[in-house]
């Protein structure tokens, strides 16, 4: 989880400096030895990776001294430094940096001592004295917590046994007067706490009954404890979830060696007597945790090892001898004579074919390679529900073929993987504007409505309560049906999250699992709402141009915010003839491969409506390609001022020009990249830049239509918004004063095709995902303004969350209700519902 | 039971055989006729035909032969009352059983061809490990044959450099059949007949190359390719024996856990790795520590035996299941890589490359030597048939021979020897039904019996001939001689 850790710990070191939540403290521990044999003792704190005085580092549980009668020194003390009976240490001053402080007997004798602690901050000044008395070998401490997520800490002195005591009882209390009372047994809802060998079982167990109480059913079993994973058994959680087999170090020894060497680290670990305990009723097993493949560049400086795989490759898909500049498929040369590194750039430049089929033999052998891993996997949890490795969302975002964003539509197409599990990271510049639903549709996009988990990962002091509450509502919508809570702040150390237990988090928890129990008969197994509008992903906008990953989530957004249903579809998907379920695409890439927009340009013709987002069309050899008949005189440049990169701060990006209607009433501003058009007489122009040349047509082409946009709509609709609100990232406060004038522009096919909204739903921002099983109806709804006016700018907070009235429609219906508000009225067709934020409203036909 | 006090005596002449039967005190006693100097078996079963016990017969005077029954069965405990038929068996030979892999043998195999106008290519079946021409070794150069003496394989043909081959030269391939099995150690069968061997080492070195474990079908002639991975367990490091416990669904390998001298323990069903048991502990200060687990046998409930002998719970990993150890200095018995367990509980067999084989007995809470027999060759392989507590010993001679040792309860006794002049120093033997299979590891050895376990010691080479083969073993013909009454 590297790339995540990374990145959430600088949003958490960011956001944690800014806010002020963790005032410095100053921590002071004095040791008496009330034993009859000399003592010492050392002392550790579990830390974050950031800590309250903006240090960083990797080691999670640092070493802060050891007792002597000199007080604290670095060293282990020689034996006549050691505490006699009765003597201390006086008061020693350690780095107050972490919330438990464990104390280790470092005599080989029993525990007989005092310790006193006392801890000041600018608000608390705490002491107390703790007898440890014949205990285990290390004694915990909890030094402060947080009541509340995104507010200061709390100093105390608590052990670590009355703490979760203590916490359990917050739980029982908050929880007692709830009115939902179940918790969930189908849709799962995991965790995973470290424990060490020594910890106290009692505390062990302790901890897992607060996540029983909080309605957990699922634990991830890393068996790193025996212990534990008996008791989790013992505790009767319904499910756990294993690792499974990683693929790494993924490098090109060759398809047969790679595949034995999975399967001898399968026969020596998946099946083992340590995994026996939890085994037969494992959820989800976990593949690679970090994906990463190296460069596209070691590959090709590979050469001649390599050249085995690239040949067989290419004769399996039949490329032609002629596109590649050869007459023989072993007269190929990776590195050509002459050429220097980059061997891309210049492959890219004199051969792009061969770069073009270089990059698909490379990435169809990893993608062999991760399947093959499901595939063994698969040998030994025939029943798992998810076998897959965790699908680096973030990195997709971020990455590209060349990366570690992968081509999981061709790894989930093959043989192996079951499901998809994914690693939504809280991306902030679409903070709670629907990235977690763009995670959810991409990843059933790519598993083809398959099973799918999701961590929800939560950076302590972003807002968890209601982010994480609206997002599992998100991925439910889309069929997510095993949620991990990443990470349950136990007691030990882990990557980077502050790693407390924060009350109200974990109180929302319990709500959350309520809820669910109370939806989950409406939502597990049920089938989504079929979509007419797609938007398309292509192998060769990732070679050739992964930076527009950014244009295709906003692109998202703005059919997201919309409210209509909508598939990301890829060019494989295109190939096996999935057009004809849409009547509307979107291409927010220029490339496309020739065979796949022959398809794209027959649906067309059918009567099939285009959207060419950028003006720009390309074939996977970099070639300009025509659009359609109708386009004989249609010309593009484009002028590119620089890569989207990341969509938090399009307000940097200089503006290029702006795409405007006859009134001026629809204003898009062109950013990143502009292209100045030459068109067709037939065309429609649909908006003008500045100077009144085309920015966008419309033309039709048999019995569709083509609409260009000469600029990238998608984050056009982002910088507007950007522009309107000027949004304060670092404060987490979050803009939503998107244009509906910008949206109604680009999804004017859409209306024009006839495709309804969800639900009928016509109030701005109000976005709803309907689901089926059987007779029963699980109608997600969600509004973007969370019940406030458009240019209101939202703290996500409960106390900031307004009611939204909002009427859906739910046909012919016996019953209907809501979980989380209230169904006002029946009306027509429909419903009156009142909601925060967002609501299941289940129906039964 | 109670003893039957009747007195048996008889004399009868069946063929050339002449048999006196008797009871003394609660011993049976069966005296008969015979040839001199010959080998005879006596056979108690039961009024069903079931084997009861297997008896060897001592020549007591010139052509007469005595053995004594004292009414138990071949597990040591007492029979009960009935009918019991006594029959006799002339002497014990051995043929190869040419059903299993190539005429009997699986493993390293030579095959000589003279260049004719089908120049430079031939065709052997299994995996090829060199090639000489006119006895220039020759090289695999994998896609492209590059220089004169290089050869590739395309399309299972081996291909040799014609610039370097004339017609009339002598080709010798080298190969392993059907697979490659390079420093057999040890197998063990499964009751259906499987055949899981142990391979030590590969690439003919004493590295660190790990070894591995593959399940063979029945007739040797392939891998059951559904088990572990591709039929095997691959990174097996430095094993010594290899057993199959059925009735676990485990298999147990002797020292399989490289650096930390551990047990391997895997799922009989699928190879997959269980736990391992003992092994290192507290730099081996722990009194669980096993530090030669050249040999294990599983004895009575749920005991194992571990080389050094240390005594655990063998489903149980790592130390969780130590009990005890035998009082004996483990540093300088370094028993195996034989142990062996007997058909009488708590009792089993183990061999020490420079102590001969001995009879131990688990007390519960140590474990002692009971007697021992040195014999006048070294042997580091046994196996023991239970029914008929004929111990098999492999000798590590040159000549390599199988020798047939009784337990008597009392001794050991080296009855006969079979001979096979195809045979070179064996490593180690084990019996399954009427089969013996025989193997031979890839270490040379001395003339005086140089053992593979001193391979730390001195220097070797590998010319060894890595073989498995399977015999058949013949008794002879069973001749009823008298039915007795146990009361």
């Known amino acids: 989880m590297k790339g995540k850790a990374q990145l959430v710990f600088f949003l958490s070191f960011f956001i944690c400096h800014l806010l002020h939540c963790e005032d410095k403290f100053t921590l002071e521990v004095r040791i008496r030895n009330l034993s009859d044999v000399p003592s010492t003792y050392s002392f550790k704190v579990s830390r974050c990776m950031a800590d309250f005085n903006g240090y960083k580092d990797w080691d999670f549980l640092p070493l802060l001294g050891y007792a002597s009668k000199n007080g604290l020194t670095a060293e282990k003390p020689s034996k006549e430094l050691w505490l006699l009976k009765d003597q201390e240490t006086g008061w020693m001053k350690m780095p107050a940096y972490g919330k438990v402080l464990h104390i280790y007997n470092e005599s080989g004798n029993s525990s007989f001592c005092e310790i006193d602690v006392r801890v000041k901050n600018k608000t608390q000044e705490i002491s107390r004295s703790f007898l440890w008395n014949e205990k285990p070998k290390t004694y915990h401490i909890y030094l402060y917590y947080f009541p509340e997520s995104a507010k200061p800490p709390v100093l105390t002195l608590k052990t670590s046994n009355e703490f979760i005591e203590e916490t359990i009882q917050y739980i029982k209390t908050e929880m007692k007067d709830y009115p939902l009372k179940k918790n969930p047994k189908l849709i799962a809802f995991s965790t995973d706490f470290g424990c060490k060998e020594d910890d106290e079982p009692e505390w062990v167990r302790k901890n897992l009954l607060l996540l029983k109480e909080l309605g957990l059913n699922c634990f991830f079993d890393t068996e790193n404890s025996l212990f534990l994973s008996e008791t989790v058994k013992e505790m009767g959680f319904l499910y756990v979830d294993h690792w499974g087999l990683s693929s790494w170090p993924l490098n090109y020894d060759g398809f047969e060696k790679k595949r034995r060497e999975y399967a001898t680290t399968a026969l020596r670990s998946l099946d083992t007597y340590y995994r026996r305990i939890n085994r037969n009723n494992v959820k989800v097993v976990h593949g690679d945790d970090e994906i990463s493949s190296g460069s596209f560049e070691e590959f090709i400086a590979l050469d001649s090892q390599i050249k085995n795989l690239v040949v067989s490759y290419f004769k399996k898909m039949n490329v032609p001898l002629s596109d590649i500049g050869v007459k023989d498929y072993e007269d190929i040369r990776l590195i050509p004579e002459g050429a220097i590194p980059p061997y891309r750039e210049f492959l890219k430049k004199n051969n792009p074919a061969l770069f073009y089929w270089l990059n698909r033999a490379r990435m169809e052998y990893l993608t062999d390679l991760m399947a093959e891993t499901g595939k063994i996997t698969q040998k030994y949890y025939p029943d798992a529900f998810i076998i897959s490795p965790n699908w680096p969302a973030a990195g997709v975002l971020g990455g590209g073929y060349d990366g570690h964003g992968w081509d999981f539509w061709l790894a989930y197409s093959k043989e192996g993987l079951k499901g998809i599990y994914g690693e939504p990271t809280p991306w902030y510049n679409f903070y709670l504007q629907g990235i977690f639903s763009w995670y959810a549709d991409m990843m059933r996009s790519q598993v083809r409505n398959g099973p799918m988990g999701a961590y929800i990962t939560t950076a302590r002091g972003s807002y968890p309560c209601f982010l994480n509450h609206f997002q599992v509502y998100e991925l439910a919508a889309r069929g997510m049906e095993h949620f991990h809570w990443y990470s349950y702040g136990g007691m030990w150390g882990n990557e980077n999250y502050a790693n407390e237990i924060v009350r109200d988090l974990l109180r929302e928890f319990a709500i959350v699992h309520r809820e669910f129990a109370e939806a989950e008969d409406y939502l597990y197994g049920s089938k989504q709402e079929k979509a007419e509008v797609a938007i398309l992903w292509t192998p060769a906008q990732e070679i050739w141009d992964p930076s527009l990953h950014q244009e295709l989530v906003a692109l998202y957004l703005i059919l997201l915010h919309s409210n209509y249903n909508v598939d990301i579809i890829s060019s494989y998907d295109v190939d096996d003839g999935i057009l004809k379920n849409f009547k509307v695409l979107y291409m927010p890439f220029a490339y496309v491969e020739r065979k796949t927009f022959d398809l794209i340009r027959k649906w067309v013709e059918k009567g099939g409506n285009l959207v060419v987002d950028g003006g720009l069309l390309k074939d996977e050899y970099n070639r300009p390609m025509e659009i359609g008949k109708s386009f004989k005189d249609y010309s593009v440049s484009i002028k590119k001022s620089a890569d989207i990169g990341s969509l938090a701060h399009l307000l940097r990006h200089g503006l290029l020009d702006e795409a405007m209607d006859n009134d001026s009433s629809v204003r898009f501003p062109v950013i990143s990249q502009k292209a100045e058009m030459k068109i067709p007489s037939a065309a429609k122009v649909l908006l003008r830049y500045r100077d009144s040349t085309p920015a966008a047509i419309e033309i039709n082409e048999g019995k569709g239509r083509v609409m260009i946009t000469g600029f990238l709509l998608g984050v056009s609709y982002q910088r507007d918004e950007e522009e309107k609100d000027k949004p304060d990232w670092s404060r987490l406060h979050v803009g939503h004063n998107f244009s509906t004038a910008i949206r109604e522009f680009a999804t004017k096919f859409v209306r024009e095709a006839g495709i309804k909204r969800v639900c009928n739903i016509e109030k701005d921002m109000v976005v709803a995902r309907k689901r089926f099983k059987g007779n029963k109806q699980v109608i997600t709804v969600f509004d973007y303004h969370f019940g406030k006016r458009p240019e209101e700018l939202v703290f996500p907070e409960w106390e900031n969350i307004g009611e939204t009235l909002v009427w859906i429609d739910i046909g012919k219906t016996k019953t209907v209700r809501s979980v989380r508000g209230d169904v006002v009225k029946r009306e027509g067709s429909g419903v009156w519902v009142k909601f925060r934020g967002m609501d299941f409203i289940l129906v039964e036909r | ?487």
């Not at chain 2, 006693?29 to 039961?46: M, N």
């Not at chain 2, 090829?128 to 050869?151: H, L, R, W």
């Not at chain 2, 150690?185 to 593959?214: C, E, N, S, T």
């Open chain 2, 1 to 487: 039971m109670k003893k039957c006090l009747l007195l048996i005596f008889f004399c009868l002449s069946l063929s050339d055989i002449s048999i006196i039967f008797a009871q003394q005190k609660e011993n049976f006693l069966i005296s008969f006729s015979g040839d001199p100097d010959s080998l005879y078996w006596v056979l108690i079963r039961d009024n069903r035909r079931n084997f009861i016990k297997f008896l060897n017969a001592i020549e007591k005077e010139k052509g007469n032969y005595v053995a004594m029954w004292d009414g138990t069965d071949f597990t040591g405990k007492n029979v009960g009352s009935g009918r019991y038929s006594v029959f006799i068996s002339k002497g014990i030979n051995w043929t190869i059983d040419k059903s299993f892999g190539i005429d009997g043998r699986i493993g390293l195999f030579y095959k000589d061809f003279y260049v004719d106008s089908n120049i430079g290519e031939f065709k052997v079946d299994g995996e090829v490990a060199s090639v000489f021409v006119n006895g220039v070794k020759y090289t695999n150069t994998g896609d492209k044959i590059e220089g004169e003496t290089a050869f590739v394989i395309v399309d299972g043909k081996i291909k040799i450099s014609q610039s370097g081959v004339s017609k009339g030269d002598l080709v010798r391939i080298m190969y392993f059949y059907p697979f490659l099995i390079e420093n057999p150690w040890d197998l063990a069968i499964a009751p259906d007949g499987h055949i899981f061997l142990l391979l030590r080492f590969l690439k003919m070195d004493r590295g660190f190359y790990p070894g591995l474990v593959v399940k063979l079908k029945p007739d040797g002639k392939s891998k059951d390719m559904n088990f572990g991975v591709d039929g095997e367990i691959p990174d097996i490091h430095r094993a010594h024996q290899i057993l199959v416990a059925p009735e676990d669904n485990r298999i147990y390998i002797a020292g399989s856990e490289y650096g930390n001298y551990g047990t391997g323990c895997y799922k009989l069903d699928n190879g997959a790795y269980w736990f391992y048991i003992g092994g290192h502990k507290d730099s081996g200060t722990h009194p669980a520590t096993t530090w030669w687990p050249t040999g294990i046998c599983i004895g009575e409930g749920n005991k194992i035996y571990i080389g050094d002998l240390k005594v655990y719970d063998r489903t149980k990993p790592m130390l969780e299941g130590y009990l005890y150890s035998a009082n004996t200095d483990p540093y300088i018995i370094r028993p195996g890589p034989s142990m062996e367990r007997s058909a009488i509980s708590d009792y089993f067999y183990r061999t020490g490359w420079n102590t001969g084989i001995s009879k131990m007995k688990d007390t519960g809470s140590d474990v002692v030597e009971i007697y021992s027999l040195k014999l006048p060759f070294k042997t580091i392989g046994i196996s023991c048939d239970r029914k008929t507590s004929l111990i098999f010993a492999g000798s590590r001679m040159p000549e390599g021979f199988v020798s047939i040792i009784y337990d008597d309860g009392k001794s050991f006794k080296e009855l006969t020897r079979l001979k096979d002049p195809q045979l070179g120093g064996i490593h180690t033997v084990r019996i399954f039904n009427d089969f013996l299979y025989v193997i031979e590891d890839g270490v040379s050895f001395s003339e005086d019996g140089y053992c593979a376990e001193e391979i730390n010691r001195k220097p070797w080479t590998t010319t060894g001939k890595n073989r498995i083969s399977r015999y058949r073993l013949h008794f002879g013909k069973e001749i009823f001689l008298q039915t007795i009454e146990n009361r």
